[in-house]
């Protein structure tokens, strides 16, 4: 599978939009881009993913670039339960295992 | 419906005890994974199950853990003896078929410390 790489840290102010980056340069035409939250004392929690098109739902966007070597996730209106680890994952369907990396630690401030 | 249940939530013991974790995912789930995330650290697979056949164990420690799925469905997954450096929390994750597209459903987790 192919490597990511997300900035450590990030802070957002509460109700503005949180945008998260993501580059995977190395990924393949058949990997997807997948995004998991970890909540302090909880399990990842699946966000989004997608192919090469972008993806909405009910909790964030998700943006892919052309050439698919980075991606960014928007959460459109953060609020303090969004404080959180983000994992971006390039997966591959020749099995079915995330391989996570260290993940952004977003901190919503109010 | 209902998630990914484990147990305990939390689990010290001293180094060279034995201990066992459990797991019972989405009912009607095929496939089955435990993960070990060391504090600070992304979640790192150790095994995964199809049914109750092991897919992969490849990062699994197999001179001290082990693990099980009687009948395709619980699972549980033990460490004998315990190390210091196993401290950490193992999660349980399931998925409805073994595809790149399934989204994997966590558990809270299992707090191991070991002392």
């Known amino acids: 599978d192919a490597k990511t790489t997300q900035p450590t840290s990030m802070d957002c102010a509460e109700g503005r939009a949180a945008n998260l980056p993501c580059n995977h340069s190395?990924?393949?035409?058949?990997?997807?881009v997948y995004w998991y939250r970890q909540i302090h004392s909880q399990g990842p929690q699946y966000i989004i993913h997608?192919?090469?098109n972008n993806e909405t739902n009910e909790m964030a966007s998700l943006i892919i670039t052309e050439d698919r070597k980075s991606s960014t996730l928007i959460l459109p209106h953060a609020t303090l339960r969004d404080t959180a680890v983000y994992y971006c994952?390039?997966?591959?369907?020749?099995?079915?295992?995330?391989?996570f990396g260290g993940g952004t630690r977003l901190m919503v401030k109010p | 419906e209902a998630g990914v249940a484990q147990s305990p939530r939390y689990k010290i013991i001293e180094k060279r005890q034995s201990v066992a974790f459990w797991c019972n995912p989405i009912?009607?789930?095929?496939?089955l994974y435990w993960y070990q995330q060391i504090l600070g650290q992304g979640p790192k697979l150790l095994i995964q199950?199809?049914?109750?056949?092991?897919?992969?164990d490849s990062q699994l420690p197999k001179d001290r853990f082990s693990a099980e799925r009687l009948k395709g469905v619980d699972s549980t997954l033990k460490i004998q003896p315990a190390k210091l450096e196993d401290s950490a929390v193992y999660l349980c994750?399931?998925?409805?078929?073994?595809?790149?597209?399934?989204?994997?459903?966590f558990g809270p987790g299992t707090r191991l410390t070991v002392l």
């Open positions: 994952i390039v997966r591959s369907n020749a099995g079915n295992m995330l391989t």
């Open positions: 994750a399931s998925s409805p078929r073994r595809v790149a597209i399934d989204t994997q459903y």
């Open positions: 190395t990924i393949s035409g058949n990997e997807y």
């Open positions: 009912s009607g789930h095929a496939t």
């Open positions: 997608g192919l090469k």
């Open positions: 199950f199809q049914n109750n056949g092991v897919v992969d």
